[in-house]
């Protein structure tokens, strides 16, 4: 077994991941999908850690969760836990890999295949475009590639696979030869060495594994295939060229192609399809490269009703484009110095900083690979980008994949051939049910060692919060900082109070377009070369809103904070009021109000805030708008509205990273000269009524494969006296993962869903509690039931032991509380936006401390009313919507045309 440690002392954690070399890519035809399968097996039970051993583990040392992924080449298991905590986390790794296969039965497998089937349908099935990989990889790849078939494989291999299959694969691929432990953060390497040898030594090697070979896919000649999308309402064509594998020389220019062609103002095709040809809202390139192969991938969401064959006009013009015009070196610069910013940020964490070592150790065959891979990505030049250009792309066969609105099929590509594409159809009562509660046996695994009794923690981290500084500017801007000098980035949010409810229903859409063009160029600059002025900065800058607050968000490279910030300012005091780019914002605003449409997700997000707020509150209004108010926006309201609602006296800067409160100060100097002061009367809201008796609503989407939930009710606000606390009592029904009722109840013990929780969101001026999930569409109304039944129960059987979990998880997760500057941002936001005092966190753990059972039985007495909350269901009414009258809480009520009307 490779083992690699990284000691990095900045905080008191350490990160333990476990990466198999094996994905998709090694398994067979017929029996796809296994590799996944796996990152869900592994985290159920071992033998010594008992079933969900690891999930009660991890929230008693207050870890950060056991979590996973696959890939077409690996599956690697990781968790970020107190620094305490690492002898325990090897001892629960090491049963993964030799105490864990026996405890595979077939109720287990049995369920967690309808898990998997679940997580198919959220990602893949009931989503617009879910299908696009699967589409493409068909035609580029042979059926005999291994990159043939989804990492998510067949529904009906995985269906089909036997236990003696599943344990086959186990035993071919989790061995320690075919693994690479990682240990980064805080720890003693003597002491880790010691116990590494103790835990994993034992397990014997397996077979010897031969190599893959590298195999690119294979296009003869082009392919053009069509699909028309159940939950699309817009064209988007995705054409890819198949390249080479990953760190292959030629993947560095690939890499660089890619961004030139697409990112920035002036990158042709965006000059092309989005300013000249306005086909397109957005359009986005990136090589896509793995061990064995690579490929280019060139996407184009078009406007409502256009035919495909302007996009791929447009985009053939764009190349053109891209051959005739030269390719600076400040282009170079600009790309270099993203990707610059992009290796930083894959360091920010110790988690991080583990998964790249590993990630170097198995494809590149050095895990201290990053210098020279960072140094070859800096050595690219113009005619390295040129050359693979013409190599892999220009005049070459490619696929092309039309996802066209069902319905629509003229839209696609003309010459376009059906594609294959496989939905799982849905059939009421078609899954047993699967009982994981019967005692099983099965024959336990020898040691030589006593492994049954879980190791004890190390010393106690000690643990220190970051200093915060606080500042003022002569004209009101309120700012807080941490410095910190372990990476040389900067992230800084600029947060100005007001945001969407500064709208009116007649002027929704009005905030969030001054966002969209606020940062399009500058009174002295054009739209390029303020784009391109970030980008040789290495600042990557964006404004949003939220409903309470107008932002501008950002991030870059230390050395460039100053002029960074100078960029800012010109565009926040000198902006440049540009016509084609409010009609470019305007034409995205209207695609993404079509695109969210289809998103069953995002349908749901409406449905809840009409059904909580009522349609006359603006906070039922999307932050987009609607097509009425947008017709009636012109750039007048934009100016109107900027000089109205942005003020330094309701404006707080937080800053985080390698500057000091003086290089902050200074870099704000201007700001603070020149920005005058607003008279902002802030809206006043009336209080949102809590509903007296539980309702279900109900929002049709004929043939939806999955139901999407969401129950709740308007809750706590951000100062009420219970909101900590209330996170706390939540952390058992659904707050807490995998240590939480909800997951283990319809996850882990039903196979109902993929994916649940519940939380309280608040801020000063309102508050909602809500669960969330989106489950099998034949178990709505049993996922329901049981929510329901969950909830109706919590109170009364949360128990002396449950509280005792959830307070070692909030204490002992304190020394996650600061580790990456995103961590780190967030405790500055709440002290920004709620007047906290810095050692808020401090305060909140003595509360926990101190929490009595007594006080949290009645806690959640009083907010978790199953009885008094809104049910808000997104699926197929043919089917689920008479069932859900035996709930008990009257007749559904369907909601299509109400929010439907939110947005028109």
Partial sequence: MTVLFHVDRSDPVVAVSLTAHVGSAREKPGRTGFAHLFEHLLFLESENLGQGGLDRMSARIGGSGANGSTSRDRTNYLQTVPSDALEKMLWAEADKLGWFINTVTEPVLAKEKEVVKNEKRQGVDNRPYGHTFYVLHKALYPESHPYNWQVIGSLEDLEAATLEDVKEFFRAWYTPNNVTLVVAGDFDPSQARIWVEKYFAEIPRGPEIVPLEARPGIVSETVRLLHEDNFAKLPQLTMAWPTVEQFHPDSYPLAVLSQLLTDGKEAPLNEVLIDEAKVAASVASFHY??????????????????????????????????????????????????????????????????????????????????????ARLQAVTAEDVRRVYETYIKDKPFVAASFVPKGAPELALEGSVQAEVVIEPIVQGAEAEVDLTQPVSYERTPSLIDRSVEPPYGPAPKLSAPDVW??????????????????????????????????????????????????????????????????????????????????????????????????????????????????????RTRDAIDASRSEPNEIAGWAFSYVTYGPASMRALSLLGSETALANIDLEDL????????????????????????????ALQGLSTR????????????????????????????????????????????????????????????????????????????????????????????????????????VTLEATQLIRDIMADYASTFTQEDLDVTRGFFIKSQARRFESPGAKLDVLSEIASYDLPNDFVVQQVAAVEVLTLAEIQALAGTLIRPDAMNYVIVGDAATQLPRLKSLGFGDPVVINEAVDALTR
């Fill in 639 to 666: 100016k109107s509205w900027h000089a109205r609602n942005l003020s330094p006296h309701l404006t707080s800067v937080r800053v985080v990273g390698d500057v000091s409160a003086e290089d902050v100060r200074a």
């Fill in 289 to 374: 490269d793995s061990e064995l192969a690579g490929e280019l991938l060139l996407q184009v969401s078009a406007f409502n009703g256009t035919d495909l064959d302007q996009v791929a006009a447009a985009i053939d013009a764009g190349f053109a484009r891209f051959e005739a015009e030269p390719i600076t070196a400040d282009d170079l610069q600009r790309i270099k110095t993203q990707q610059e910013v992009a290796f930083y940020k894959a360091l920010s964490s110790v988690l991080g900083k583990g998964e790249q070592l590993a990630q170097y150790s198995i494809f590149a065959g050095n895990p201290g690979y990053i210098d020279e891979d960072l």
């Fill in 470 to 587: 606080k500042d003022m500017s002569e004209n009101g801007i309120t700012v807080f900082g941490i410095s910190d000098d372990e990476l040389p980035m900067v992230r800084f949010s600029i947060v100005m109070k007001g945001g969407h409810l500064l709208d009116t229903p007649e002027t929704a859409g009005t905030a969030n377009l001054l966002a969209e063009i606020l940062l399009k160029g500058t009174a002295t600059k054009t739209p390029a070369e303020l784009d391109k002025a970030f980008a040789l900065l290495g600042a990557n800058v964006s404004a949003n809103v939220t409903a309470e607050t107008f932002e501008i968000n950002g991030e870059t490279l230390a050395r460039n904070f100053t002029p960074t910030i100078a960029l800012i300012e010109e565009a926040l005091m000198e902006p440049r009021w540009d016509t084609a780019e409010l009609d470019l914002a305007l034409a």
């Fill in 675 to 778: 920005w005058r002061k607003v008279d902002i009367t802030l809206p006043q809201e009336a209080a949102i009524p809590s509903p007296e008796a539980s309702k279900v609503y109900f929002y049709d989407i004929p043939g939806a494969s999955q139901s999407v939930l969401r129950f709740g009710y308007p809750s706590l606000k951000r100062m009420d006296p219970d909101y900590d606390l209330a996170g706390v009592m939540n952390y058992r029904l659904g707050g807490g993962g995998f240590a939480s009722r909800l997951t283990q109840e319809l996850r882990e013990g039903k196979g109902y869903t993929y994916d649940i929780g519940s939380d309280f969101t608040a801020t000063a001026a309102e508050g909602t509690f809500m669960i969330f999930s989106g489950v099998r569409s034949n």
